[in-house]
């Protein structure tokens, strides 16, 4: 399974803009580029995803390279809510609908 | 909608008992799947289905047993519990290769 690399953690002010890396420089040509995040003590929810374009939804920005072996997820302005773990994940296009969670990024937003 | 839903919320167990953990969704995915998270550690995929009466193994099947009868429900059994089961069980689905949904999830103790 394709492997991602992400920092172990990261801090933000409130209000800032965060930008979330993660390497993935194993990457296949039909892999897609998932982000989920987990809430203190829930379970993990779906963040955004793409394969070669920037993608953008009411959540976040996901930047993605051209080379594909890197992407950034992007928090516009970060609030306390989006204080999580964040796990960027490489997808099949085909096969079954397995997620390989590696250890994330812990985001901390100081207020 | 419901969504996924877990039972129960917390559960402690002796070693050796054995117990079945309830997963159920009414959004009629096809896709359902059990992760278990250990402390400071990302999901591991220990059992999936890609429908009813079709399951297969994850990452780290050993001790439990699945089936799915119906498309709503994905119960996960574990036959004789150890204390390297304690851990916090998410069940998820999916409409086929699509975003995952995931349920609250079960902390587990085995002493």
């Not at chain 1, 993608?55 to 516009?76: G, P, Q, W």
């Not at chain 2, 877990?6 to 167990?13: A, G, H, I, N, R």
């Not at chain 2, 953990?21 to 059992?47: T, V």
Request: charged share 15%.
């Amino acid at each position: 399974d394709a492997k991602t690399t992400q920092p172990n953690s990261m801090e933000s002010n409130e209000e800032e803009p965060v930008h979330l890396p993660c390497n993935h420089s194993t990457i296949s040509g039909t892999d897609y580029i998932h982000w989920y995040r987990q809430l203190p003590s829930q379970g993990p929810e779906y963040v955004i995803h793409g394969l070669t374009s920037n993608v953008n939804n009411r959540m976040a920005s996901l930047a993605i390279a051209e080379d594909r072996k890197s992407s950034t997820l992007i928090l516009h302005r970060a609030t306390l809510r989006d204080a999580a773990v964040y796990y960027c994940i490489l997808r099949p296009q085909t096969g079954a609908n397995n997620l390989f969670f590696g250890t994330g990024t812990r985001l901390t937003v100081i207020p | 909608n419901a969504g996924v839903t877990q039972t129960p919320k917390f559960q402690v167990l002796k070693t050796g008992q054995s117990m079945t953990l309830q997963c159920a969704q009414d959004m009629n995915h096809e896709y359902m799947s059990w992760y278990r998270q250990d402390p400071g550690m990302g999901l591991r995929l220990i059992h999936y289905s890609v429908g009813a009466g079709i399951t297969d193994q994850g990452e780290v099947p050993n001790g439990y047993n699945v089936s799915r009868s119906t498309t709503e429900d994905f119960p996960l059994r574990l036959l004789s519990a150890a204390p390297s089961q304690t851990s916090v069980y998410f069940c998820a689905s999916s409409p086929s290769l699509d975003t995952q949904y995931f349920g609250p999830g079960t902390r587990l103790t085995v002493l």
